[in-house]
């Protein structure tokens, strides 16, 4: 195909995405709020038409039969009319989902309060941009909710096209950012500092020479394959904080090494990919972890205001929070763990099978090493000397800060202090009866945790940038720059972030969560297949759209919300470790297509790093993803779900199964010099 081609095959896509996007648009306005007053209306001789339900509240509606013994016969006659239908219409409804008259009520939407997550999901598969699926889901939810919206909301006076388009822009993705209710106190706005900051800081110890000497001290000097790939694989631990970084600095380092002992490229690159995003993403230091509690936080917030289930209260009355909720949600991200055991595996005894095996096979056969794409100069402009202190000081800084600012804010909370006050049946203190490990718990749960990433991450930015200095490894403007381009990188996922919420902003007020849990309650769903369920849809999404951070964005705060109402009728202790996994399973799932999608960033970014050819990482890497997949699937979601063993039963099982399928279906490659063959 020609570029002529391309460009007019692209031009075409738009095209028709716009015009969908236009009519869709125009049906929302029209059509929709007209089929939901026909839900609302079904059954009823006798129902006020939706103006006069946007100005007449149900308050003022119970109370008008009392004030109209001397009105007029025939503003009596209909306003019985309006009142009398109403216990009729209460037993037409389902219990489920309160459903008061009028369109005021989302719920009247029923399923299609879906429609604007379906939107996002079906245009980030069809377009690849999660970006403008994102935008036109958030505005197909506002122009849902105009005819919600009550007769003193200033929105409602505007005509119905201008009020979906403000309510979108400035309620909901304005208001992502700036409205003080998320979190403690402008929660997002702290998790968007952090993140730039944590992108600033790895912007700076990349040019000071930190992270290449880090990842030189791992590596050493290696005489083996073994070695080498078991090195390749602790280089990706180490570089644990941002998978754009792990990326770019073990694929790079690497790389000689792996031809200096004939390991393939391909298989270089796949070492790459598994430590990047899968590390990341379950690490509690790093660019993740504040967009992932921040996803967690917006679905339990939507959760307590429609009532939070007694299972995520403890016994001092608190309720779950976005940063216990990840923490506890890790040993349930089975995908992530047995991805990085699988690397292990493979680079411990050396076997392969599948397209991997073929490519190392041809490296073996080869006198030369295998070039496969010209090595791409990932270097900083001016060469500094690696150390490994000016990388490793700013990350101890950032960890130190955070767990500083967690006890402070832990211990001088008002919950903390109660504990600490309370007083057992002999006078004796509870606080100090406690365990350890029990006291640093209660601290934590009742800490800012957005106001502690926030400041570990200034305080990380700040050493970093004064270690800098103090070395002479480059000048302060060299340093800023490139803090700065550091940051930068970091725009296009604070993108996703911002209209992630939007998004979760608009299913919160169409009620997904209540309308959702009322079906699957009448459809009676096993909660127990919930976490494998959702785990599948995440991993589709993902890897169609080659996002993690726009999966999140778009299933994290549903997932919340309905797994914490769908469970709420087992058992505690059950229903907890049924809402974990689900958690867990979402963000595994979004880290699956990250992992291997072909149209990932960090899959493309590990093909160049590695200086390998992108379809060839492609295809070695997909049978080793699908095999994590399965195991995680199969012994782990299933075994710790649906038959409720512990999350430890699941990975001893799953890393029971890869070892077993390692070596019965991999072998070690040998050289063949029949190249046609290999």
């Not at 400035?170 to 003080?180: F, H, L, Q, R």
């Not at 944590?198 to 394959?225: A, C, D, H, Q, Y």
């Not at 004064?466 to 002479?472: M, N, P, S």
């Amino acid at each position: 195909m020609t570029a002529k081609q391309s460009t007019r095959t692209g031009w075409c896509r738009w095209a028709g995405f716009m015009t969908i996007a236009c009519l869709g648009v125009a049906w929302l306005t029209l059509g929709l709020p007209a089929l939901a007053q026909e839900n609302e209306t079904a059954g009823q001789d006798n129902q006020p038409t939706a103006v006069t339900q946007r100005a007449t509240t149900a308050e003022e509606a119970a109370s008008e039969p009392e004030s109209l013994t001397t009105a007029d016969t025939d503003n009596t006659a209909v306003q019985q009319a309006d009142t009398e239908p109403q216990p009729a219409e209460a037993e037409t409804t389902p219990a489920a989902v309160a459903a008061p008259s009028g369109p005021k009520d989302p719920t009247a939407y029923d399923l299609w309060v879906l429609l604007p997550a379906l939107i996002a999901i079906l245009l980030a598969i069809f377009t690849r941009q999660v970006v403008p699926a994102l935008i036109v889901g958030v505005f197909a939810g506002a122009y849902m909710l105009v005819p919600c919206l009550s007769a003193d909301d200033p929105y409602a006076r505007l005509h119905s096209i201008i009020a979906g388009f403000r309510l979108a822009a400035e309620k909901y993705i304005v208001g992502a950012i700036t409205d003080p209710g998320h979190g403690y106190g402008y929660g997002h706005v702290k998790i968007i500092v952090f993140t730039l900051v944590i992108g600033f800081t790895v912007g700076v110890i990349g040019r000071n020479g930190g992270t290449e000497g880090m990842v030189r001290l791992v590596t050493g000097k290696t005489s083996s394959p073994r070695r080498g790939a078991l090195t390749a694989w602790f280089a990706g631990l180490v570089i644990f904080f941002d998978d754009y970084a792990n990326t770019m600095i073990v694929g790079p380092t690497m790389r000689s090494v792996f031809d200096r002992l004939k390991l393939s490229r391909a298989k270089l690159a796949y070492i790459v990919d598994s430590t990047a995003a899968p590390v990341a993403s379950i690490a509690l230091i790093g660019t993740w972890i504040g967009a992932e509690i921040g996803f967690i936080q917006e679905g339990l917030n939507t959760v307590t205001e429609s009532g939070t289930p007694e299972f995520l209260i403890d016994n001092q009355g608190h309720v779950l929070g976005g940063m216990e909720a990840f923490i506890q949600s890790i040993p349930y991200r089975f995908y992530p763990i047995l991805a990085l055991l699988l690397v292990f595996l493979i680079a411990l005894t050396g076997r392969d099978f599948g397209p991997m095996k073929r490519s190392e096979r041809k490296v073996l056969s080869k006198i030369e090493p295998d070039p496969a794409l010209p090595d791409v100069d990932t270097k900083q402009p001016q060469q500094v000397k690696p150390r490994w202190w000016l990388g490793l000081l700013p990350v101890l800084v950032l960890v130190a800060g955070t767990v500083w600012v967690l006890a402070a804010t832990g211990l001088h909370s008002q919950d903390t202090i109660e504990l600490m006050n309370q007083v057992g049946a002999g006078g004796e203190s509870v606080w100090a009866q406690k365990h350890w490990w029990m006291k640093a718990s209660d601290v934590l749960r009742h800490s800012d945790s957005y106001l502690s990433i926030f400041y570990g991450a200034v305080l990380a930015a700040l050493s970093a940038v004064l270690l800098t200095l103090i070395a002479r490894a480059c000048s302060l403007r060299n340093a800023i720059d490139a803090g700065l381009d550091g940051m930068a990188k970091m725009f296009p996922a604070m993108v996703i972030l911002v209209l992630a919420w939007a998004l979760s902003g608009v299913l919160q007020d169409l009620r997904l969560g209540d309308v959702v849990v009322a079906h699957l309650r009448a459809q009676e769903f096993p909660a127990q297949w919930l976490p494998l369920a959702i785990f599948i849809t995440a991993a589709v999404i993902s890897f169609a759209t080659g996002t993690s951070w726009g999966t999140m964005g778009i299933l994290c705060p549903a997932t919340v919300t309905i797994s914490a109402h769908l469970v709420a009728d087992l058992d505690p202790a059950v229903a907890l470790s049924l809402f974990y996994a689900s958690v867990g399973s979402v963000l595994a799932g979004a880290v699956f297509g990250d992992h291997c999608s072909p149209i990932s960033d960090t899959t493309i970014l590990s093909s160049i790093a590695s200086g390998c050819r992108h379809e060839e990482h492609v295809w070695t890497q997909i049978p080793y993803a699908f095999l994590a997949a399965i195991a995680a699937m199969g012994l782990g979601d299933v075994m710790c779900s649906v038959y409720q063993q512990p999350w430890y039963y699941g990975l001893g099982a799953g890393a029971i199964f890869l070892i077993l399928a390692l070596f019965i279906i991999g072998r070690r490659p040998v050289a063949s010099f029949d190249l046609a063959d290999a």
